[in-house]
C-alpha cells in the first residue's frame, strides 16, 4: 500500500497546476491532502474527482480556509470527521478512514507562526491531540496519521536551526511535544525509519531562492502506531512536484487493505 501526503494550500490553485494529473500518475492507495480551502460542495466538477478514487472531504465553517481531504483507491468502511473540540472540528482538521484493521489520517495541526495568539491555539490543539492519540493506544487497529504537523523535530530537520529555535515550528516544547509522541508513545515517524539523512525537507518558504537552495524544514509527516514499523517499505519527498509551498510525502507499507 502507497499512502501519499501534501499541504495543498489549496486544492484548486493545485489543480490548475496539474495536481490530479500526478495523482493519477503515481497511482498510490491513498492520498491525504491538507488546507484544500475550498467547502465540499466548491468540489463538485469532475476534475476533483478523478477516476479509480473515492474522495471524501471535512472543510472548515470560514470559507477558503483550512479543510482535509481522502483519495481513497477502495472505499474504506467508515469515514470519521472531527476530533470534538472546535480547534479541530470548526477548522477541519481531521478525516479519519477506517479499513479493517488500519485507520488512515489526514489532518493539519495549525500554524502558531503568526502571533502569539496563533500559537496559544497551536498548543491547545497539540494538548487536546495528544489525548486522542493516547486513546489510539487501547484500540485493537494500527493508525497512520498523515499531515502538516508543523513541527521541525530535529536539527536535521530544518536549515538555519540555531537560529530559527525561538520560532513556531521548532520551540523547545514544540519539539518535547514530539518526543513524547515518539519515544513515550511508541508512534513511529516512518519517514525516519528508511531515511536518517539530514536536509529532508517537505516544507520551504516563500522567498525567491528557499527551493533551490533547499532552505527549508521537515514539518509533514505520515505517522503510524508502533505495531506497524516493520511493514514501512520505502519513504520518499517528491521535491520536484511543485503544487504547493510543501512537497508531497510518500510511503510505501506492506499492507493489504
Given at each position: 500500500m502507497r499512502v501519499i501526503t501534501l499541504n495543498v494550500q489549496g486544492i484548486k490553485q493545485a489543480a490548475e497546476k496539474g495536481l490530479f494529473d500526478w495523482m493519477l500518475k503515481q497511482?498510490?492507495?491513498?492520498?491525504?491532502?491538507?488546507?484544500?480551502?475550498?467547502?465540499e460542495y466548491q468540489l463538485d466538477d469532475a476534475l476533483y474527482h478523478p477516476d479509480g478514487y473515492y474522495p471524501y472531504f471535512f472543510d472548515a465553517f470560514e470559507d477558503n480556509y483550512s479543510g482535509v481531504a481522502l483519495y481513497c483507491k477502495k472505499p474504506p468502511k467508515a469515514i470519521?470527521?472531527?476530533l470534538g473540540f472546535e480547534l479541530c472540528d470548526f477548522h477541519g482538521r481531521f478525516i479519519q478512514a477506517d479499513y479493517d484493521k488500519v485507520s488512515i489520517v489526514s489532518m493539519s495541526v495549525p500554524s502558531g507562526l503568526k502571533d502569539d495568539a496563533a500559537q496559544s491555539q497551536k498548543f491547545h490543539f497539540m494538548e487536546h491531540f495528544l489525548n486522542y492519540l493516547r486513546k489510539t493506544l487501547r484500540k485493537r487497529r494500527q493508525f497512520i496519521f498523515c499531515g502538516t504537523w508543523s513541527i521541525a523535530h530535529k536539527t536535521i530537520d530544518l536549515s538555519n536551526w540555531y537560529v530559527n529555535q525561538k520560532?513556531?515550528?521548532?520551540?523547545?516544547?514544540?519539539?518535547?511535544?514530539?518526543?513524547?509522541?515518539?519515544?513515550?508513545?511508541?508512534?513511529?515517524?516512518?519517514?525516519?525509519?528508511?531515511n536518517h539523512v539530514d536536509h529532508q525537507f517537505t516544507w520551504w518558504p516563500p522567498y525567491n531562492r528557499a527551493w533551490s537552495l533547499n532552505e527549508g524544514a521537515r514539518i509533514?509527516?505520515?505517522?503510524?502506531?508502533?505495531?506497524?514499523r516493520k511493514t514501512i517499505q520505502t519513504a520518499k519527498i517528491h521535491k520536484?512536484?511543485?503544487?504547493?509551498?510543501?512537497?508531497?510525502?510518500?510511503?510505501?507499507y506492506k499492507i493489504d487493505l
Open positions: 497511482d498510490a492507495d491513498v492520498y491525504c491532502l491538507q488546507d484544500i480551502q475550498a467547502k470519521m470527521t472531527g520560532h513556531s515550528g521548532f520551540l523547545a516544547e514544540e519539539r518535547q511535544w514530539l518526543d513524547v509522541v515518539f519515544n513515550e508513545l511508541g508512534f513511529i515517524d516512518a519517514f525516519r525509519e528508511i509533514d509527516y505520515q505517522v503510524t502506531t508502533s505495531e506497524l520536484a512536484a511543485r503544487f504547493s509551498e510543501h512537497a508531497p510525502l510518500e510511503i510505501e
